[in-house]
């Protein structure tokens, strides 16, 4: 299933409106809304199998019409998560759906979908200047007269993103900063190999990585990073992050432990959060910034399918050495990722 994003349904949607609603508007809290006139998502395989559509306005993605022509509530679900990732992209405030107090099934699956109740409007459809088109008086013996307002807050759903999700590629997981510990990030950043390629301080002691840890995690609340420990059966492995989120591009960094270099980890790690970037987060640019040394790196790069960009010259100070250093820049294009 692929799920396509246009400004307006193709014109072919309007019967499909027609043969659900038995018109293409519809009208809420006394406003006449057309389908036809607001953006949508279609669901494809390859043929159009469901619908959504909606508009934004203020902070708010308002849900306008839910459409699916298969049982079950998949193709519904997908929809759904396809409009939240939307909405993260475009830092809005939340998703909006509004059912009437009969539709009890709407009501179910929307609060199963996370969404909870923000607004109650007594007896609106019975005071509206139009009707609900197809919609009996009556459903399962409740009348239809209120409108009620479901609500899914989005910042909650990002910071899960940024802290809380696990990540799971092949035979490693990707996991959130509250799942590895500071005697880890000793043993990554203590090792002389790794800290060869990085221009920092090592980290000994605890203090060193809580401040390190601490960095970190105010990074990812502020939803500038997304930051993940490399587990390999298990095992602490290494760290990789999208860093410097800013707009529409970041950049993407990892670090391995020696013993679990040239075993194709990092290229695999660095696929799942280059889908993060481009899929979650809509980025449309991810740079890399690597030692001129590093070489398996630069490797892992170019298999990714990264463009070399080219040196920068003294680009960073070393603070072990109080050298500037140069590095090697390397660029991919969501456009170029396909």
């Known amino acids: 299933m692929k799920i396509l994003h246009a400004s307006v349904p193709p014109p072919d949607f309007e019967n499909t ?21 607001h953006s949508i998502l279609i669901a494809t395989n390859p043929e159009p199998i469901g619908s959504l559509s909606y508009r934004i306005h203020s902070s708010t993605i308002e849900i306008l019409a839910l459409l699916s022509s298969q049982p079950g ?15 993260k992209a475009k830092k809005l405030r939340d998703i909006r759906i509004t059912i009437t107090n009969a539709n009890l099934k709407d009501l179910q699956f929307y609060q199963q979908q996370g969404f909870s109740l923000f607004q109650l409007r007594p007896r609106s ?32 759903a990002m910071d899960d993103l940024f802290l809380d999700e696990v990540f799971h590629v092949k035979h490693l997981e990707l996991r959130p900063l509250t799942e590895f510990d500071s ?43 997304l930051a993940r420990g490399i587990f390999v059966e298990g095992q602490f492995a290494g760290i990789i992050s999208l860093h410097q989120i800013h707009h529409d591009q970041c950049s993407l ?45 630069i490797r892992v790069l170019e298999r990714l399918r990264f463009h070399p960009e080219g040196t920068l010259i003294e680009y960073i100070r070393n603070p072990r050495t109080g050298c500037y250093e140069n590095r090697e820049s390397h660029a991919l294009l969501y456009k170029n990722s396909q």
């Open 125 to 156: 459809i019975m005071t509206s200047c139009g009707e609900y088109p197809k919609r009996p008086q009556i459903l399962d013996g409740i009348p239809i007269q209120d409108e009620l307002v479901l609500k899914k807050e989005l910042n909650h």
């Open 253 to 297: 960094g990892y670090s391995l432990i020696p013993s679990y270099w040239k075993q194709g980890i990092a290229t695999e790690a660095a696929k799942m959060m280059i889908h993060i970037a481009f899929h979650t987060l809509h980025l449309r640019r991810i740079e890399s910034i690597t030692h001129p040394d590093n070489i398996a790196s």
């Open 17 to 37: 409106f027609k043969s659900q609603w038995k018109s293409s508007t519809i009208t809420l809290f006394e406003e006449t809304i057309d389908f036809m006139s």
């Open 73 to 87: 509530e998949e193709i519904s679900i997908e929809l759904l998560h396809e409009l939240e990732l939307l909405g």
């Open 183 to 225: 005697n880890e990030l000793i043993s990554l950043f203590s090792d002389p190999k790794v800290l060869r390629y990085q221009a920092m301080n090592p980290i000994l002691t605890q203090d060193d990585a809580k401040e390190y840890y601490n960095h970190l995690v105010c990074q990812s609340l502020q939803h500038k990073r």
